[in-house]
């Protein structure tokens, strides 16, 4: 797009200024000193510098300094530390949409997937602003969040600040359940006040509308359509889990929030549609893309594995009381890797915690995987009590890994495109911040992951879902290592809030 263009010229004119005022800065220093300075705080030589968005696959040198890329050359660089790269990818930092292991736990093994920016935009978070301070300063990976319709309705309808869901306790979700705020349904004026506490966390740098439609079972059609509204006049997306009511089918759900977002004009982005979609995954894409080509502001993502995961005491598995034994099987309990009997589902909802739900198909998955514009976001589960779905730890290394290299279901250039700066690209128009990230240019912040291409792969499984991807070699947050050589920093934390910027409008 021009606009990206002239950013880029932009960028590049500053750069070079930069470059100019550290070398004379350098000359200076070097009259009163017997070995003169660097010029950069970090250079990588000799990498393959691969960038989505301007289609650069080549070696060449990268300057870094005050977080910042500063050269991308081949030129010979010097800096005060250097990584060779030689036979390593250095690609931008990888942009996780969908993260709720929003803890430092499960950043240490996002870090070592690859992901810099790790954002929670499906469930979102209540208050905003709140929870955003309480991360300050504590994240070694960029961090950021809807406004959480979810938690918007418990304050709504129960008074209380939930902060962020998926990282309660199995105590505190339990607790939460016992209120009113899954199943109420709300007057007109109840709507009206939502969208006035929804409003108020976008003004605190919520970075759109998070909804979890499928475990709000009481919010209306009409509720809904209200907070498109909302969301379109203040210029952000809604960020959707659609409904599980299957009575239309599994492409009903689809076809309500895309009917939402031709309705108000609001933009969409449908979160993990390969676990929404099942088996009509095709067919879901092809109205997605239908929409698209009508004007419409569509996006979707997709997890690479066959099994999901959520909360087993959430109103999602409801409808599950009362089946047999042999369907509650497709249950996995990721602390004794057992599979469920109905004895077992019962108990362990009452007890809460993360389950794993097996049953699609890898044939489907792969094709998913394959689209070119179906942006890859981890779904990934928090690991801050104990074992999780594996997605968390391994999504992107598993794209690269096996579903690229051993498949060959889609190129390398494909996968990082799906994991850079296609999610940059989602946010950019509220999130100022993005126009600098997923990208390996002149001027762009420094958040930037390097691989092997022979050895990145994905070794957490359902039974072992900490286990850290293999051949990321180093992950830089605005040009601090969290991981280095193969190891995690400890006592790093360079991540920063990734806020959205809005103003009220009539």
């Known amino acids: 797009m021009s606009t990206s263009n002239s950013r880029v010229i932009s960028n590049r004119a500053v750069s070079s200024v930069s470059f100019l005022l550290v070398g004379l800065g350098a000359l200076g220093l070097s009259a009163c000193t017997e070995t003169p300075p660097a010029e950069f705080d970090l250079v990588i030589l000799n990498g393959r510098v691969m960038d989505p968005e301007t289609g650069l696959d080549a070696v060449r040198n990268v300057g870094i300094n005050a977080g910042r890329i500063i050269a991308i050359t081949q030129e010979g660089l010097v800096g005060n530390d250097t990584i060779d790269a030689a036979g390593l990818v250095v690609a931008p930092g990888f942009i996780d949409l969908h993260a709720h292991g929003q803890d430092p736990v499960s950043n240490r093994l996002q870090a070592q997937d690859g992901v810099t920016t790790a954002l929670e935009l499906e469930v979102g978070v209540y208050p905003v602003g709140d929870w955003l301070a309480s991360r300050a300063g504590t994240a070694p990976i960029n961090y950021g969040a809807t406004v959480g319709h979810w938690g918007a309705r418990v304050k709504l309808i129960d008074g209380l600040d939930v902060g962020h869901f998926p990282t309660l306790t199995a105590e505190e979700t339990l607790r939460m359940d016992q209120g009113n705020y899954a199943y109420e349904v709300l007057s007109d004026e109840e709507i009206h006040e939502l969208a006035e506490l929804m409003e108020t966390g976008l003004q605190e740098g919520g970075l759109g509308l998070g909804f979890g439609i499928t475990y709000t079972p009481g919010a209306s059609r009409t509720e809904i359509f209200r907070l498109f509204q909302l969301a379109e006049r203040l210029g952000v997306a809604a960020y959707v889990h659609v409904r599980a009511d299957n009575s239309d089918g599994l492409l009903g759900p689809f076809q309500e929030v895309i009917a939402l977002a031709a309705s108000t004009g609001a933009s969409l982005h449908i979160v993990h549609m390969n676990s929404s979609a099942d088996e009509e995954a095709r067919v879901a894409l092809e109205m997605i893309r239908g929409a698209v080509s009508r004007g419409l502001d569509i996006t979707t993502e997709s997890y690479p594995y066959t099994a999901g995961s959520t909360l087993i005491e959430s109103a999602l598995f409801d409808p599950w009381e009362g089946l047999t034994d042999e369907e509650y099987q497709l249950l996995q309990w990721p602390p004794t890797g057992e599979r469920l009997t109905t004895e077992t589902f019962n108990r362990y909802r009452a007890e809460g915690g993360w389950v794993i739900i097996h049953g699609r198909e890898e044939d489907t998955n792969e094709w998913i995987v394959a689209q070119p514009d179906v942006i890859v976001a981890s779904d990934g589960i928090p690991f801050l009590y104990g074992p999780a779905h594996p997605r968390g730890a391994g999504t992107f290394a598993r794209v690269l890994g096996y579903y690229s290299r051993e498949r060959g279901a889609l190129s390398l250039m494909d996968a990082l495109s799906k994991m850079t700066i296609q999610p940059a690209r989602r946010l950019e128009a509220v999130a100022p911040a993005m126009r600098s990230k997923g990208r390996v240019q002149e001027g762009a912040d420094a958040d930037l992951t390097l691989f092997d291409p022979d050895r990145i792969v994905d070794r ?32 790093v934390f360079p991540g920063q809030a990734i806020t959205g910027q809005v103003s009220s409008a009539p």
């Open 460 to 491: 957490a499984t359902y039974t072992d879902g900490d286990v850290p991807s293999e051949g990321i070699m180093h992950v830089l947050v605005a040009g601090t290592a969290v991981v280095r050589d193969g190891q995690l920093m400890d006592g």
